[in-house]
């Protein structure tokens, strides 16, 4: 529970051996010019499922979510997001990139409702997606249902392959395969880590990222 005027920022980390599962969730209520910025890592295990709701009840306040999730093998990441806009003139980000090698499967769930009185209301939600196998999959479902009107709203989502023009590059200057995607995955995903505000936090998610991102590649 945000009061009037708190501040939160959370960076989670979700890792964990590869024969196990796990389900998390995260609720918050947020009160009038509250923030809460989440940042999420999902890199693991088999299976994974983290769910979020949010209610922005109070005038002007914020909520800002984004983070990465890797599927490999064969494991499948979910993450459902809903964001319930009560109060006026209030704001949600959420940008979250996923990445699937293999027979990994991602999923990206995110509906958005802007409830009857959230007048000038603002949400902008963005989900994009990189496949490293012809097998591989990501289902990504943004959703918006707007109950008012003086709104401002919208979401995109994009799920492709790497740009072999960018590869045919990387190539030419002498890179090898493997590197060349290194490269551009770590690109791809790296973009999350500019949310951090904190040093500590981001050369943390840099270490427990890069490990993660070096497992994929491209197959057959």
């Known amino acids: 529970i945000l009061a009037e005027g708190a501040q939160l ?3 989670r980390f979700q890792q964990g051996p590869t024969a196990c599962g796990h389900f998390d969730s995260l609720s918050a209520s947020l009160a009038s010019r509250a923030v809460l910025e989440d940042t999420l890592f999902q890199t ?3 299976w994974t499922r983290s769910e979020i709701g949010l209610a922005l009840v109070g005038e002007s306040c914020c909520a800002d979510l984004g983070g990465v999730f890797l599927a490999a093998g064969r494991e499948v990441t979910d993450i459902h997001t809903t964001i319930d806009h009560e109060g006026r003139g209030v704001v949600s980000r959420q940008n979250y990139r996923g990445l699937a090698a293999e027979e990994g499967r991602g999923v ?14 603002d949400a902008v939600q963005n989900n994009r997606n990189l496949l490293l196998s012809r097998r591989a999959q990501v289902h990504s479902t943004p ?7 003086d709104v401002k ?7 492709g392959q790497i ?7 990387l190539r030419s200057r002498g890179l090898a395969m493997e590197e060349a995607t290194r490269l551009l995955t770590r690109a791809f ?11 500590e936090d981001r050369a943390l998610a840099e270490a ?5 991102l070096d497992r994929l590649g491209v197959t057959a």
Do not use: M, W
Request: charged fraction near 20%.
């Open 108 to 121: 990206y769930h995110g509906p958005i409702r802007v409830l009857s009185g959230a007048r000038g209301a």
């Open 153 to 159: 709203c919208k979401h995109g989502s994009a799920t």
């Open 143 to 149: 959703a918006l249902e707007i109950l008012t009107d």
């Open 208 to 212: 427990r990222l890069g490990p993660a």
């Open 44 to 46: 693991g295990p088999a």
């Open 189 to 199: 995903a790296g973009e999350i880590l500019t949310r951090l505000q904190h040093p």
């Open 9 to 11: 920022e959370l960076v």
């Open 163 to 169: 740009d072999p023009n960018q590869l045919f590059y």
